[in-house]
């Protein structure tokens, strides 16, 4: 019995180091497993990461490509800009061209302004002294009208005195002097209100031919003889008087209305025959 307890008793140690064998192989297998999950979660933490590379890779890819995209667009929009600064240059030199025309054509329309401003100011003042001579040639016309005949009237009704010839005796005597002396007897006759017209302004040159002819056609001939003949000769001499002022007036028929106002005492400030008859 006591050897079947040692057998059992050897067979208890052998299972018991079995057992404890066993135990260290399961702790080694048990060390090795950890060891081998460890490593596969590294591995799956690398294939995560490999993915995550391959996403970044693609990203990368595409970014790739939108960039190339982006370069061309770039190029084309360069070449577009560079196109188009190249139109815009010569359009700016077409408008700079066409501003120079427009200045030079606006300094052109300036001068031809400023020259026919020039130009109208001159017709203007040649209008204006030109209505301002016909004016004045009108009244002065009027003045000589009306003078001539107070000079008539003074010349039938004055009456010379002692030791001075009158201007009915210059027929007597058709001489160069008798003309100078007929004009100095009609402003003699004529008052001081005759001798103020050169003052005024009016022309004696053309004064004075009108005057001379009253008197060359009152002496010419024997129309002032102390004869029945006197009335027809005075009248024919008046007639031809009056025709030769018409005929020197004649540019002048269209003013008689102004020449008719300017002939009133109240408009020409002159005197009238009824005052020169009356002196």
Known sequence: ??????????????????????????????????????????????????ENLKKEIADVETLKKDLNEARAKIRELQKQVHSESGQAKAELMMLKQTLREMQQKEKEAEEDAAALRQANEDLCRQVEG????????????????????????????ARP????????DLNKDLSPRSQARAKQLMLEYAGPEVRPKDEDGYDSENSEPSISSEASDLHDGDGFS??????????????????????????????????NDLA????????????????
């Open 226 to 259: 102390r004869t029945s003949s006197v009335g027809s000769t005075s009248g024919r001499k008046t007639s031809r008087l009056i025709g030769k002022l018409k005929r020197w007036g004649t540019s002048k028929e269209d003013r008689d209305g102004d020449a």
């Open 130 to 157: 030109l209505q301002s001579s016909r004016f004045s040639e009108v009244e002065e016309l009027v003045y000589l009208r009306w003078v001539n005949a107070c000079l008539r009237c003074e010349l039938l009704n």
């Open 161 to 168: 005195q002692d030791g001075k010839s009158g201007a009915l």
């Open 1 to 50: 019995m006591e050897q079947h307890l040692k057998k059992k008793a050897n067979e208890i140690a052998a299972f018991a180091a079995k057992i404890a064998d066993m135990e260290s192989r399961e702790l080694a297998t048990a060390e090795r497993l950890e060891n081998e999950i460890r490593n596969v979660e590294e591995l799956r933490k690398e294939v995560v990461n490999v």
């Open 264 to 279: 009133s005492p109240t408009s020409s400030g002159r005197s009238s025959p009824a005052h020169y008859r009356q002196k």
